[in-house]
């Protein structure tokens, strides 16, 4: 069987439900929501995500390689419109390294990036490790010019003028439905310069998630809690926290937006928590080339996924 076939099988039945909530036309919707007395009504979601775009702007150049044409913020901004068009709730989300990769960068040191995401409308994004490329002055500057906030909770800005620029998590709330959101970097010594980040300080990625996780839950009431990740998808040199392990080593975390790795993924994957439940980890590659695309249904606060998978931007 090939595994991204079977990905995304596993991904559509998840809890047993969702490839027939997710076949459901939505009039139909309607109509049992209005048949059902005292039933609370169905909620859909769209969570659109991208990672490690690098400050790709252009489309990939037609010089018949094997990302010809592909990506470029232009289409991008034509797919994620016209999703909006179709949807009525849709969240975009970022998983860290916007910065670094074209000239675009060695020029502007992340200016067109961060315009280009507001134009967007991102709701929120994380920090990955190139994003300390320009320093950490950079980043004040050119994060200041964003209209969606930086989410991280590892990373103890305090002592750096990064402090008050960024936040552990944000909750979205759409169509009724409360969705936490919280970020998670990578451990900076060693993969960048200790210049770049300064006394910033890196906390336990999996006792942070855990408590954010169980914060956003149970504290703050969301019936969906996202992790924005910029640890990488799986390594084999554990036990370097990945996605997999963070997923497999807490609770209260539904979905995983992953970084980092450069991992194309045709479909999310599932990692069992703590409780024997389904964590799901996506990332879509690199570069703009994809958009990972993930549609929720919800009923009564609790979620079932009709669909999950990779769009490429062309």
Not at 307 to 313: R, T
Request: proline share 4%.
């Amino acid at each position: 069987m090939d595994a991204l076939a079977s990905n995304r099988r596993q991904f559509l039945k998840l809890l047993g439900t969702a490839a027939v909530v997710g076949s459901i036309a939505p009039d139909v919707l309607a109509h049992s929501d209005r048949a059902s007395s005292g039933r609370a009504k169905t909620s859909s979601l769209t969570i659109l995500h991208t990672n490690d775009v690098h400050s790709r702007l252009d489309p990939f150049p037609m010089d018949g390689s094997r990302n010809a044409g592909k990506g470029g913020v232009a289409r991008r901004a034509t797919l994620i419109k016209k999703i909006r068009q179709e949807q009525a709730n849709v969240l975009l989300f970022d998983a860290g390294d916007i910065f670094q990769g074209t000239p675009y960068f060695n020029l502007y040191k992340g200016e067109p990036e961060i315009l280009a995401m507001n134009q967007l409308g991102y709701d929120a994004g994380t920090i990955g490790n190139h994003d300390f490329d320009g320093g950490i002055d950079n980043m004040v500057t050119q994060f200041g010019k964003a209209s969606f906030p930086l989410l991280i909770a590892n990373y103890d800005f305090k002592n750096t003028v990064m402090d008050g620029k960024t936040m552990p998590y944000k909750i979205f709330e759409k169509d009724g439905i409360r969705v936490g959101v919280f970020g998670l970097g990578i451990q900076p010594a060693g993969l960048i310069p200790k210049e770049a980040y300064k006394e910033t300080k890196y906390l336990d990625p999996i006792e942070l998630g855990s408590d954010t996780a169980a914060q956003l839950r149970h504290d703050r009431k969301c019936d969906y809690v996202i992790c924005l990740s910029h640890l990488g998808f799986k390594y084999n040199n554990e036990p370097t926290v990945s996605d997999n392990i963070l997923a497999a080593k807490t609770r209260n975390i539904d979905l995983i937006i992953g970084g980092h790795t450069h991992t194309f993924l045709d479909a999310p994957v599932a990692v069992n928590n703590l409780d024997g439940q389904p964590v799901w980890i996506n990332q879509v590659g690199f570069a703009g080339i994809n958009l990972g695309r993930i549609d929720l249904a919800f009923e009564r606060g609790k979620a079932v996924s009709s669909a999950g998978k990779s769009v490429e931007v062309k």
